[in-house]
Protein backbone atom coordinates (compact mmCIF):
# COMPACT_ATOMS: atom_id res chain seq x y z
CA UNK A 1 0.00 0.00 0.00
CA UNK A 2 1.28 3.34 -1.06
CA UNK A 3 1.42 6.27 1.79
CA UNK A 4 2.32 9.81 1.21
CA UNK A 5 3.06 11.49 4.85
CA UNK A 6 3.67 15.43 4.90
CA UNK A 7 5.10 16.92 7.99
CA UNK A 8 6.90 20.23 8.35
CA UNK A 9 3.88 22.06 8.91
CA UNK A 10 3.22 25.02 11.23
CA UNK A 11 2.48 28.45 12.15
CA UNK A 12 5.20 30.99 11.34
CA UNK A 13 5.17 35.18 10.87
CA UNK A 14 4.84 36.44 7.15
CA UNK A 15 8.49 36.47 5.68
CA UNK A 16 9.36 33.28 7.56
CA UNK A 17 10.54 29.74 6.43
CA UNK A 18 9.25 26.88 6.52
CA UNK A 19 10.06 23.21 5.05
CA UNK A 20 7.69 20.60 4.09
CA UNK A 21 8.56 17.11 3.53
CA UNK A 22 6.80 13.84 1.83
CA UNK A 23 7.89 10.53 2.32
CA UNK A 24 6.54 7.92 0.73
CA UNK A 25 6.30 4.07 1.74
CA UNK A 26 5.37 1.26 -0.13
CA UNK A 27 6.89 3.15 -3.62
CA UNK A 28 9.78 4.60 -4.87
CA UNK A 29 9.85 7.46 -6.60
CA UNK A 30 12.34 6.22 -8.94
CA UNK A 31 10.12 7.81 -12.52
CA UNK A 32 7.55 9.40 -10.51
CA UNK A 33 6.84 12.92 -10.89
CA UNK A 34 5.62 14.53 -6.92
CA UNK A 35 3.84 17.52 -6.83
CA UNK A 36 2.29 19.95 -4.21
CA UNK A 37 -0.63 21.49 -3.99
CA UNK A 38 -2.36 23.69 -1.66
CA UNK A 39 -5.84 24.45 -0.62
CA UNK A 40 -6.39 27.74 1.48
CA UNK A 41 -10.03 28.17 3.07
CA UNK A 42 -12.68 28.48 1.02
CA UNK A 43 -10.64 28.06 -2.46
CA UNK A 44 -10.04 25.22 -4.57
CA UNK A 45 -6.89 23.45 -4.24
CA UNK A 46 -4.37 24.48 -6.85
CA UNK A 47 -0.89 23.32 -7.75
CA UNK A 48 1.96 24.97 -6.76
CA UNK A 49 5.12 22.99 -7.43
CA UNK A 50 6.34 19.67 -9.16
CA UNK A 51 9.18 18.02 -9.42
CA UNK A 52 10.55 15.12 -12.19
CA UNK A 53 12.24 12.65 -10.03
CA UNK A 54 14.61 11.08 -12.81
CA UNK A 55 15.82 14.30 -14.06
CA UNK A 56 15.59 16.80 -11.40
CA UNK A 57 13.06 19.03 -13.42
CA UNK A 58 10.83 21.06 -11.50
CA UNK A 59 7.89 23.69 -12.10
CA UNK A 60 6.29 26.35 -10.20
CA UNK A 61 3.73 29.02 -10.52
CA UNK A 62 4.80 32.17 -10.89
CA UNK A 63 3.52 33.41 -6.98
CA UNK A 64 6.13 31.36 -5.35
CA UNK A 65 8.87 31.60 -8.31
CA UNK A 66 11.90 32.98 -6.08
CA UNK A 67 10.46 31.95 -2.73
CA UNK A 68 10.25 27.99 -2.96
CA UNK A 69 12.70 25.55 -3.96
CA UNK A 70 11.24 21.60 -4.81
CA UNK A 71 14.00 19.08 -4.11
CA UNK A 72 14.15 15.35 -3.55
CA UNK A 73 16.32 12.56 -1.90
CA UNK A 74 16.74 9.78 -3.42
CA UNK A 75 18.56 8.37 -0.58
CA UNK A 76 15.24 9.34 1.74
CA UNK A 77 12.44 9.12 -0.64
CA UNK A 78 11.39 11.86 0.30
CA UNK A 79 10.30 15.67 -1.31
CA UNK A 80 10.67 19.10 0.30
CA UNK A 81 9.04 22.09 -0.18
CA UNK A 82 11.47 24.88 1.33
CA UNK A 83 8.81 28.02 1.72
CA UNK A 84 10.64 31.45 2.00
CA UNK A 85 9.77 35.10 2.21
CA UNK A 86 6.02 33.24 2.78
CA UNK A 87 3.22 35.74 2.88
CA UNK A 88 -0.60 35.15 4.12
CA UNK A 89 -1.48 34.56 0.84
CA UNK A 90 0.50 31.32 1.06
CA UNK A 91 -1.42 30.26 3.80
CA UNK A 92 -3.36 26.72 3.84
CA UNK A 93 -3.33 23.05 3.75
CA UNK A 94 -0.28 21.75 1.50
CA UNK A 95 -0.47 18.36 0.14
CA UNK A 96 2.02 16.17 -2.03
CA UNK A 97 0.96 13.98 -4.31
CA UNK A 98 2.71 11.61 -6.53
CA UNK A 99 2.30 10.87 -10.46
CA UNK A 100 3.58 7.57 -11.65
CA UNK A 101 3.99 8.20 -15.37
CA UNK A 102 6.26 10.89 -14.32
CA UNK A 103 4.59 13.42 -16.83
CA UNK A 104 4.90 16.55 -13.79
CA UNK A 105 1.69 17.95 -14.55
CA UNK A 106 0.13 20.48 -12.85
CA UNK A 107 -3.43 18.97 -12.88
CA UNK A 108 -4.76 17.42 -10.13
CA UNK A 109 -6.07 14.50 -12.19
CA UNK A 110 -2.32 13.24 -13.16
CA UNK A 111 -1.71 12.29 -9.89
CA UNK A 112 -2.50 9.00 -8.42
CA UNK A 113 -1.42 8.50 -4.92
CA UNK A 114 -1.99 11.67 -2.40
CA UNK A 115 -1.04 12.49 1.62
CA UNK A 116 -3.26 13.53 3.59
CA UNK A 117 -1.62 17.16 3.37
CA UNK A 118 -0.22 19.44 6.47
CA UNK A 119 -1.41 22.55 7.41
CA UNK A 120 0.56 26.25 6.59
CA UNK A 121 -0.57 28.85 8.93
CA UNK A 122 1.00 32.47 8.02
CA UNK A 123 0.49 35.36 10.45
CA UNK A 124 0.32 39.17 9.30
Known amino acids: QVQLVESGGGLVQAGGSLRLSCAAS????????VGWFRQAPGKEREFVAA????????DYIDSVKGRFTISRDNAKNTVYLQMSSLKVEDMGVYYC?????????????????WGQGTQVTVSS
Open 97 to 113: AADPGGIRSRSQGAYRY
Open 51 to 58: IKWNTGST
Open 26 to 33: GRTFSRDA
